[in-house]
Nanobody, 123 residues
């Protein structure tokens, strides 16, 4: 099994920054891509960003491109999401995921998930 544990969420004012971390353990593989999704109350889980373990390939949702940066350390089995210029609409539970089987942007593609960390942006 693979375990993912997110941390770094919290309350921040609009325009502020947060850095989320995701630690991966268990039967993981360096070939597994890593991704971040988010889910706001009453909404579906949506893709935020993803990267290959090497960091050579990244992908971002249009709503966060230029504000969020995904990065990872393969040796530490950790992936981060640096979030800048946060806005109230970024408020959601943020989930880390790994081992996508098809399209990165589809939540159903990803096999393993963390429990999520709450990010709240006040106006």
């Amino acid at each position: 099994q693979v375990q993912l544990v997110e941390s770094g969420g919290g309350l921040v004012q609009a325009g502020g920054s947060l850095r989320l971390s995701c630690a991966i353990s268990g039967r993981t593989s360096s070939s597994y891509a890593m991704g971040w999704f988010r889910q706001a109350p009453g909404k579906e889980r949506e893709f935020v960003a993803a990267t290959t373990r090497s960091g050579g390939v990244t992908s971002y949702a249009g709503s966060v491109r230029g504000r969020f940066t995904i990065s990872g350390d393969n040796a530490k089995n950790t992936v981060w999401l640096q979030m800048n210029s946060l806005q109230p609409e970024d408020t959601a539970v943020y989930y880390c995921a790994t081992d996508p089987r098809s399209s990165w942007s589809l939540s159903t593609s990803w096999r393993y998930w963390g429990q999520g960390t709450q990010v709240t942006v006040s106006s």
